[in-house]
């Protein structure tokens, strides 16, 4: 689906909404369902959390507050979810950026972006394995610049 044709679905569906409010939310949920299934193409999560946010307001605005209530609980899941994804890719970003900075020397830089790596990654479940290679380049690149300090 490209973004135009969601904009005209969208557009289509507001004004199926003023006269049949179910038939608008059942069409937005299986919209949300094709917008899932077809990610690659142009629309994306942005249009996921848009039409979720719709539906919401729908049911909202015909004095369904339980049903929009629970949208807008399932629009803030998949903020969340988006957050958590977001928040691994920064943390391996920031890895990343360590194991560069440590190539080139840059070892205290790298030990600050580590540090930042590792506040950010505590939160999140699980290991990041990225960040423990980063750690272990700067343990690495930590130890060699002792024995080096020590013997020359």
Avoid: C
């Avoid at 135009?4 to 937005?28: C, G, M, N, Q, Y």
């Avoid at 369902?33 to 077809?38: H, M, Q």
């Amino acid at each position: 689906m490209t973004h135009k044709k969601w904009v005209s679905e969208i557009t289509r569906l507001f004004r199926v909404a003023e006269r049949s409010p179910d038939e608008a939310i059942e069409r937005l949920n299986h919209l949300v369902g094709s917008i899932e299934a077809e990610r690659q193409i142009d629309t994306g999560e942005w249009h996921v959390a848009q039409t979720l946010g719709i539906i919401g307001a729908i049911l909202a605005d015909n004095g369904r507050h339980r049903a929009a209530g629970a949208a807008f609980l399932r629009l803030a899941k998949h903020h969340q979810l988006e957050l958590v994804y977001h928040e691994r890719a920064y943390v391996s970003a920031l890895a990343s950026q360590a194991i560069q900075l440590i190539s080139i020397g840059q070892v205290a830089r790298a030990a600050s972006t580590v540090r930042l790596a590792e506040r950010r990654a505590a939160s999140l479940k699980g290991r990041n394995k990225l960040l423990d290679v980063a750690g272990k380049a700067l343990a690495t690149s930590r130890s060699g610049k002792s024995r080096t300090s020590r013997t020359g």
